[in-house]
């Protein structure tokens, strides 16, 4: 384990050949970087993924038709991705062969360390699980990872969604965020999509939701419909026959920026989607993953993790919106945000910890060394900052900085009943982890594994 420092060291940046890599015509799904760090043994690597894409040749049987032939699912041309019309932006043409958003030389770029052999490995994350937790992990991350069926589902189901909207909203855009596209996504996931109607303002939000309420009404492929009031109001509902669960937002587009923030953090080192698949089961298993109960969102969770990785000694991640502003710029043009992160060099750590000791070295960092009363979560910064005053941070048992609005997404922990409990899980944890060095002291990672292996 690694002591922790209050201002990190700047990690390593490579790229082949000494120049930036470059810009590629689509949006690459896989946001690839070097071998290895993004390699994944024995699985299939998900489709590229394209803003503004030619027709696909593939064909995608939705959950709720299983009509089976000689034991395989009959192919319905109704529904073949060929028909599909893909999540677009109206992008110009001349903005894919524009030059890359960073055109200095990327900042600490130095080669006067090897990078470490366990993470140049082509056998990836096996390579690096040596002792019997971190194989866990993996077998776990394995296991519940999001897999290309899973996306190709909710894809499906977002391009009828858009149709079927624009007939009430003809300019509007429907997006796929979070979990489902940054990568940090299990089979069991929950898909976040984003309603995006240019000139309509986020106190509109209910209006345009109760239009949708009732235009959902009367559509075939969806059901359970629920207008829910927080403060960001969403409407949720259920693909008509499976148990893929919706959760649509209007103009929400911060929701946007942070996909493609978290999905370059989730694909800058090997070991930071395992990492954040296992916190979350962790949490949601021990009951402190509810928003909605007065608890932690997972977006929260994964912050929490970043901000672990980024303020080890060696760190294992840097701060993407400090080293490179203009790819993260909060004001950038919604049609470019998939743009900037393209441009960023790979990000090669010199932490050798392998999943496990980050693992019990996240519980103890929360359970023992992170002073919940006075200080700030900022992945923003790669630091933790002093709270101050401000109505923002004052009075609140938990803060997270969101990385582009800076408000609290920690809000929902406003009972100290419940900050409590949450506090008590990351210590009781952190004791049997250090105990036991195995999975199953914290969470039943078998029976988890059964059941998500069970989704088809």
Partial sequence: ?????????RGRLAYSNGLHPPAPQSYDYN???LPGVNSFPRLERLPSYEWNPPPSTSTVQPRHMPAMINGRKRQNDQFSAHHVKRQRVDTPSHHLSSPPLIHSQPPHHRTDRAVPAVLESSSSLHANATEKLSCQMVELFEACQQQPSDLERKEVCRARLQQDIQQIFPSARLYLTGSSMNGLGSRCSDADICLVIKGNKKNDALRVLGRLLKLFKTLSYVE??????AKVPILRFREKGSD???DLNVNNTVGIRNTFLLRSYAYADLRVRPMILVVKKWARYNNINDASKGTLSSYTLVLMVLHYLQTLSEPVLPSLQRDYPESFNPLMNL????????HIPPYISRNQSS????LLGFLKYYATEFSWDKQVISVREARAFPKNNSKEWNNKFICV????ERNNVARAVHEKLKFDAIKAKFAESCRLLHERKELNSILPFRAIIIKESSRG
């Fill in 335 to 342: 049609d470019m945000v998939p743009e900037g992160p393209k």
């Fill in 1 to 9: 384990m690694f002591p922790r420092r209050t201002t990190p060291p």
């Fill in 31 to 33: 946001h690839q970087s």
């Fill in 244 to 246: 893929l669960e919706f």
């Fill in 355 to 358: 999943l496990g000791e980050l």
């Fill in 401 to 404: 900085e969101e990385p582009f």
């Fill in 224 to 229: 359970r419909n629920q207008l829910i009031r």
